[in-house]
């Protein structure tokens, strides 16, 4: 493995273990998980490789295959800078949650498909969570860990994401998606077998991550909890009377209480459907996301809408953005027989635009956070 190679040229050992953890693509329920709400995501077959060896002193000692140069140390974690904040900050949240975790050696190798929004950043932090909870002996359980993850990128990154993408990297079973309840933390994992109703689930990736991101994440979970402060209750999970409560709200609020409200529903659906085995009858929940998304939650942007618009138009059963939004990965349901169709529409479009070619390619629910040896 070339992570092992890598290694034992840096520390001049063998690491006492490699770990692996996953992207994910959110199949439905975008924005909810800060809400208290449901989502419902799978693992993509590609995450971050881990190998990692456990040190007697305090220090962490990093290398990415992705990153040029030799390996950084990192004596003071709150120095760490770049990429390396997301492993040091998985041995912060450790610590600070009081679990006895001293220093580590750690080469990491990603192959989550750059700028795609499938989460490479949870998948990052999950496999060396994953390393540290096995090499120091913590027993936690996947969810814990998930949390810690959390923890890590909410504290010590900096970035109020909610729980989704760090417990689909954790959770996930292949041929699988997860549904999650982000208030109660219940998971159940539900078949999503794609290739027995002869359909694939298209990633259109745009390429782009517009700057304004972040900043927008943040706002918007801010109107987020106005809106729920003002309607009287704990999250917008708890909203039952959606007119009742529009009736209340104005302007950002309004817009985003419908659409996270109608979001929950959605998931809820779309859980039932693939329980009844009606796979197919998925997509036009898909499109109502993403018209949610993009009218009332205000996460979308051009390159998302004219791959969403172009799959559809090409045959796809339905399709959505993905993830937080601004950017990323659109994702689109299509029948085996019309994938090359949908392909060729979402090109032509970006083409007439005059936008560089989005990648376009099928993924299928892998497996979530495993050692490897
Ligand atoms: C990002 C966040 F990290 C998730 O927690 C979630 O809120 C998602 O955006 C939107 O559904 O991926």
């Known amino acids: 493995m070339k992570v092992v190679e890598a290694f034992r040229e840096s520390f001049g050992t063998e690491p006492h273990g490699v770990w692996h953890a996953p992207g994910r693509v959110n199949l439905i329920g975008e924005h909810t998980d800060y809400n208290d709400g449901f989502v419902l995501p799978f693992a993509v077959p590609w995450g971050v490789t881990a190998a990692v060896s456990p040190r007697t002193d305090d220090l962490v000692r990093l290398r990415s295959l992705q990153a040029a140069g030799p390996a950084v140390t990192v004596e003071a974690l709150e120095e760490a800078e770049g ?162 409560a529009l009736a209340r709200l104005s302007g950002d609020e309004r817009r985003r209480v419908q659409h996270v409200v109608t979001e929950n529903h959605r998931v809820e659906a779309v859980v039932g459907l693939l329980r009844a085995g009606a796979v197919r009858e998925v997509g036009a929940l898909l499109n109502a996301s993403h018209l949610s998304l993009r009218d009332q939650f205000e996460v979308s942007c051009p390159e998302l809408d004219v791959a969403v618009e172009a799959a559809i138009r090409g045959g796809a059963r339905g399709a959505r953005m993905t993830g937080g939004g601004f950017g990323g990965s659109a994702i689109a349901l299509v029948a085996d027989d019309r994938v090359e169709p949908v392909r060729d529409a979402v090109l032509l479009a970006y083409a007439e635009h005059g936008w560089a070619p989005p990648e376009v390619y099928p993924a299928s629910p892998a497996a979530g956070a495993r050692r490897l040896a």
């Open 83 to 244: 990429w390396t904040r997301y492993a040091a900050g998985v041995v912060w949240a450790l610590r600070e949650a009081g679990h006895p975790v001293r220093g580590a050696d750690i080469v990491l190798d990603g192959d989550v498909p750059q700028g795609a929004g499938l989460s490479s950043s949870a998948a990052l932090e999950v496999a060396v969570g994953l390393a540290l909870d096995e090499l120091y002996g913590l027993g936690l359980s996947r969810m814990d860990l998930a949390r810690v993850c959390q923890g890590a990128e909410n504290d010590f990154v900096g970035m109020p994401c909610g729980i989704m993408d760090q417990a689909a990297s954790a959770l996930c079973e292949e041929g699988r998606a997860l549904f999650l309840d982000c208030r109660t933390l219940g998971a159940r994992t539900i078949p999503f077998d794609l290739t027995a109703y002869g359909l694939q689930l298209l990633i259109i990736n745009t390429g782009v991550h517009h700057e304004l991101a972040d900043g927008q994440y943040a706002r918007r979970r801010q109107d987020c909890e106005s809106a729920a402060a003002r309607l009287g209750v704990a999250a917008l999970r708890d909203v039952t009377d959606l007119a009742g």
